[in-house]
T-cell receptor
């Protein structure tokens, strides 16, 4: 069983829809939770970063972490065609050099059509 | 700043050949790492380094070698290429002092082993 599970989709939504992306994990040592966006044939770029539990909002994006359920989510409001990309969740533990050792989900392919 | 740069962008090797993937960053980041990305697998950590002269293994280190002689550079060596090493390789770096896992990724090297 993978440490981080993410539904690969693909997910196709109309422009303006609310998108919900999710990951579950099994390692209770994970403390840092990230969402990366990856456009086709490009490197991942950090979208949202959260430490421990709670919510974080940045414009149209909201990240939620529920450590009791080992579940994280990314919500995209008013989705745009430019949001079409692969979204990867990533996590790491704290302490020592663990913070930089990211464990990724498989990635969800999102298409927002006009 | 150029950020994280990787060369080459594309490479085709024959089984048994060796090569070095180059990675450089100009952000004075202590932490650097190599990931490989395969379809349906997300990104998996190969090797990482927390500073010049210090390297360690990640999740999938077999068949790869690294060294870190300077802060800026972190090359990845394939000792004897195998078809199973066909993948997209990403180099990443982050600042230790920030205490955050906000890694910057390079554009990737697409490697095909025949």
């Amino acid at each position: 069983q993978k440490e981080v599970e993410q539904d690969p989709g693909p997910l196709s939504v109309p422009e303006g829809a609310i998108v919900s992306l999710n990951c579950t994990y099994s390692n209770s040592a994970f403390q840092y939770f990230m969402w990366y966006r990856q456009y086709s044939r490009k490197g991942p770029e950090l979208l949202m970063y959260t430490y421990s539990s709670g919510n974080k909002e940045d414009g149209r994006f909201t990240a939620q972490v529920d450590k009791s359920s080992k579940y994280i989510s990314l919500f995209i409001r008013d989705s745009q065609p430019s949001d079409s990309a692969t979204y990867l969740c990533a996590m790491s533990a704290s302490g020592g050099t663990s913070y930089g050792k990211l464990t990724f989900g498989q990635g969800t392919i999102l298409t927002v059509h006009p | 700043n150029a950020g994280v740069t990787q060369t080459p962008k594309f490479q085709v090797l024959k089984t048994g050949q060796s090569m070095t993937l180059q990675c450089a960053q100009d952000m004075n980041h202590e932490y650097m790492s190599w990931y490989r990305q395969d379809p349906g697998m997300g990104l998996r950590l190969i090797h990482y380094s927390v500073g010049a002269g210090i390297t360690d293994q990640g999740e999938v280190p077999n068949g790869y070698n690294v060294s870190r002689s300077t802060t800026e550079d972190f090359p990845l060596r394939l000792l004897s290429a195998a078809p199973s090493q066909t993948s997209v390789y990403f180099c990443a770096s982050c600042q230790v002092a920030s205490g955050a896992s906000s890694q910057f990724f390079g554009p990737g090297t697409r490697l095909t082993v025949l």
